[in-house]
């Protein structure tokens, strides 16, 4: 007998065991309660899988009675480990309600709620701990078509002494909401029928004609309600790849193996889990948020949240308005207002060289040309972070994963560099976003953050949503101390109505980084990650803790300089440099540095030396250089900054944390009283997209300040991408515009192409072996540099026009041609 004939004797003895437990235990009703306790998971198996179906029965109210009607009283004791992301589900749309009632679209104590598929009327008892259902709602409607689930909540809502819930045991197809009284509002008496929030838990799925029950939502939630949906799903990436509006496919994938299995195991249940029904869903309804998670206690059974709106945006005259409006702050182009369309049209096509729209633009009139819902950014509650195709190579290439934590520039100097002020534009790397809160405490006119990878722009969503929804105190805790034991919590009920749903979908899959027992939090994190971890690493292998905790508590430079030859005889030691530093792979996955930039490190140290080309080949000195550029970085910084009070940059590397008197001035608690003003972002904008793309986007002669940190330094020599973006910052910026740059090297290569494309370049800051640059607080770099924009760059005049994907060729285009006044931007 093989293992096969072993599984099925043992499944079926297991089988014939449950049912003569059931039938034991239904003849001694007297004795056993099925009701309670481990008993009632038998009653549960017993009418989900062993129990025959009733085929005497018609339609789905009876197929539905037939299976609920012998498990009804078991129904909520048994469906708490299955069914996954209910709360998760509520506290995202109580989290958007609550933002509606603190910007006036909704009152207390008026909004109506619609529970489809409610049956036991868990879900309602449940947003009590999100709102007091008895009072912030006016009525709520629990829709069913399961006669026993139906009495089971009507007994439970006796119990709660709510007076604003109904049951109503009918199709989910047919039900209207009862008539009410007349809207005030209304000019022609329509009386006020619709829902402010209608609900799904696990219902979708066990509709047959799912699609008219999709539709029949669409006509019963307000334009200004909100969709809340939970349910099983299983699809393939291949469904939604070629979608812009769903808002993130992370973690959406569910493999051919599973898929098929999980299909044919919820068949028992009459639970259907083809891909169509989440599908029709998100194709009805804009997305304001969705994510994709497992059930891993059930063997990872996949489920969604979904959290939607009605197509048209409500938050303008109209759609088109809205997304012109939009593109224009995105691309910095004039908004042209209705009132002086005429005028303003007639001057800006003499002026106009072509048209300059913003991706998020492009997508959204091939959405509105078909009928599709828009980009899920247009139905953020802020429009801070723009459009951009999640499943595009260059974003999936960093794995969900960013490489900073935290910046590693130091904004002190930016700022005496660079004397922000209110009227500058300013575009620059984003990073870990540290530097983007630090300009923007200076008022600045608009802040274009830009990074190619998703991931660290999720970073500084969960940054600005902080600011926005969290005291200091929990501010602290995230990103001060980089743990916090309820983030989940905070990211559900509070963080939620402020991020887009890419980025929430990122930090529920990876709010572990936060709440881990384990882990060391925020900062040991991202690719940056390795470094760090081999410097603790090597402080407990050579017992160096004590000397690491003296270091970070000197209050002295004296003091600090007695401590540090001890822990630099480990530090920087040519053994550890030989085997781990001087490599490639620590250079890149440890310390972010590419081959082209480690080029530049050993081409100084060569040039330094008078070494000639060919002796580059020498492992040895390559090397060399390696360690002598750790040296020239680490022992200034000990020896002029106080690490203690004053450089929270190596104060974190050394402690995996910040303390509150050494730390980023974006956590101080008069930052965060600054930046939680409303309004305080309304000049954010963040963009996932190489630089040379955004810059390519925006109208010319609007930006005054570009800080790119030292990405330059990960060009080609041998290519023409330095060149090429030198001319196009010459398009972008204005005349005395700046752009502010960082180098591994003293002398970049690419400086001449900024000469050579109307710049003038200046060295303002320089380190040599033993000094700090200009003494900051960092001394990574061997060189900053400014541009200033002195002359204009001629170039042939082209025309970026979308052809047939223009607004005016929507029928929403159509109907506004002859006046709208948002068609043109310049």
């Known amino acids: 007998m093989d293992w096969m ?25 007297n004795k056993i309660d099925l009701d309670h306790g481990a008993l009632s998971y038998v009653k549960f198996i017993w009418a989900s899988f062993l129990k025959p179906h009733d085929k005497s029965v018609e339609g789905q109210q ?15 004791a048994t469906r708490h480990r299955l069914l996954r992301g209910r709360e998760d589900m509520l506290g995202l749309v109580a989290a958007q309600l609550k933002y509606k009632l603190e910007n006036k679209e909704i009152k207390a104590g008026k909004a109506v709620w619609v529970d489809v598929g409610g049956g036991t009327g868990y879900n309602i008892e449940a947003m009590s701990a999100f709102l007091p259902v008895n009072k912030f709602f006016e009525q709520v409607y629990l829709v069913d078509l399961s006669p026993s689930l139906c009495e089971v909540a009507r007994r439970r809502f006796e119990r709660l002494g709510w007076k604003n819930v109904t049951v109503l045991c009918q199709d989910a197809r047919s039900f209207r909401l009862p008539e009410r009284q007349v809207d005030p509002k209304s000019t022609n008496g329509v009386t006020t029928d619709r829902a402010d929030l209608m609900t799904m838990s ?6 047959p004609d799912y699609y008219s029950v999709v539709d029949s939502l669409t006509s019963r939630l307000k334009p200004t309600g909100l969709l809340g949906v939970c349910d099983f799903y299983v699809q393939n990436i291949v469904d939604v790849s070629c979608r812009n509006y769903t808002g993130g496919a992370f973690n959406r994938h569910v493999n051919w193996l599973s ?7 919820f068949d028992f249940d009459r639970v259907s889990l083809e891909a169509a029904r989440r599908d029709y869903l998100e194709y009805k309804f804009g997305t304001v948020i969705s994510a994709s998670e497992r059930n891993y206690a059930l063997g990872g059974i996949p489920y969604y949240i979904f959290v939607g709106c009605p ?15 939009l593109d224009a702050s995105f691309t910095e182009s004039p908004y042209l207002h209705p009132t002086t369309h005429q005028q303003e049209m007639t001057q800006a096509v003499e002026k106009s060289t072509g048209e300059i729209r913003s991706k998020a633009y492009e997508s959204a009139v091939i959405n509105l040309s078909a009928n599709l819902p828009l980009p899920s950014s247009f139905y953020q509650n802020h429009h801070y972070r723009i459009h951009y195709n999640d499943m595009l190579p260059k974003h999936t290439q960093f794995q969900n994963e960013y490489i900073y934590a935290f910046t590693w520039e130091d904004p002190r100097v930016d700022h005496r560099l660079l004397n922000i002020g209110p009227d500058d534009v300013i575009l620059a790397i984003t990073s870990a976003g540290d530097n983007i809160l630090d300009y923007l405490q200076k008022n600045p006119r608009r802040v274009h953050a830009v990074d190619l990878n998703p991931n660290q722009n999720h970073l500084l969503e969960l940054k600005v949503a902080s600011y926005m929804a969290l005291g200091h105190r929990d501010m602290w805790k995230i990103f001060g101390e980089g743990k916090h034991p309820q983030f989940r919590e905070l990211l559900i009920s509070k963080l939620s109505p402020h991020l887009s749903s890419q980025a929430f979908q990122y930090w529920t899959e990876h709010a572990h980084v936060f709440t881990s027992k384990y882990g060391r939090g925020l900062y040991e994190t991202g690719g940056s990650r390795h470094a760090i971890r081999m410097v603790r690493y090597l402080f407990n292998i050579f017992g160096l803790q004590s000397e690491v905790e003296k270091m970070c508590s000197a209050q002295t430079l004296a003091e600090q300089r007695e401590i540090w030859p001890r822990i630099r005889r480990v530090l920087l030691s040519k ?3 030989w085997a781990i530093v001087s490599t490639e792979w620590f250079a890149w996955k440890a310390a972010g540095v590419p081959r082209n930039q480690r080029n530049m490190i050993v081409d100084d140290f060569f040039r330094r030396n008078g070494l000639t080309t060919e002796m580059k080949q020498g492992k040895d000195l390559s090397g060399q250089s390696i360690w002598e550029y750790v040296v020239n970085t680490l022992d200034p910084v000990v020896n002029d900054t106080l690490i203690s009070n004053d450089n929270y940059f190596y104060y974190l590397c050394m402690q995996g944390k910040f303390s509150r008197r050494c730390h980023p001035t974006y956590l101080s608690p008069q930052a965060h009283v600054k930046m939680s003003t409303p309004g305080a972002f309304d000049g954010l904008r963040i963009h996932t997209d190489e630089i040379n793309e955004v810059i390519n986007r925006i109208t010319p002669g609007t930006l005054t300040i570009a800080v790119v940190m030292d990405s330059m330094d990960w060009f080609d020599p041998a290519g023409d991408a330095a060149p090429a973006q030198a001319r196009r910052f010459n398009t972008a910026l204005k005349k005395g515009g700046r752009i502010l740059l960082r180098s591994a090297s003293i002398e970049p290569w690419y400086i001449k192409h900024f000469e050579e494309n109307g710049f003038a370049a200046r060295r303002v800051g320089a380190r040599f072996p033993g000094t700090c640059i200009d003494r900051p607080r960092v001394n990574m770099y061997a060189s900053t540099w400014i541009c200033t924009k002195t002359d204009e760059v001629t170039r042939p005049k082209t025309s970026r026009t979308i052809s047939s994907l223009s607004l005016g060729d929507t029928a929403m285009g159509k109907a506004r041609r002859s006046s709208s006044v948002e068609d043109l931007q310049i």
């Open 62 to 76: 009876g197929a539905l009675e037939s299976f609920y009607k012998a498990q009804a009283s078991v129904y909520d």
């Open 575 to 577: 053994p550890l440099n």
């Open 5 to 29: 004939h072993i599984y099925i004797v043992g499944t079926a003895l297991l089988v014939f065991g449950l049912v003569g437990l059931v039938l034991f235990a239904s003849s001694h009703k």
């Open 202 to 207: 696990y219902s979708l799925s066990m509709i």
């Open 311 to 325: 197509k048209e945006i409500t938050s303008a005259p109209s759609s088109h308005a809205t997304i012109e409006k």
């Open 259 to 265: 898929r098929a299995f999980w299909r044919a195991w």
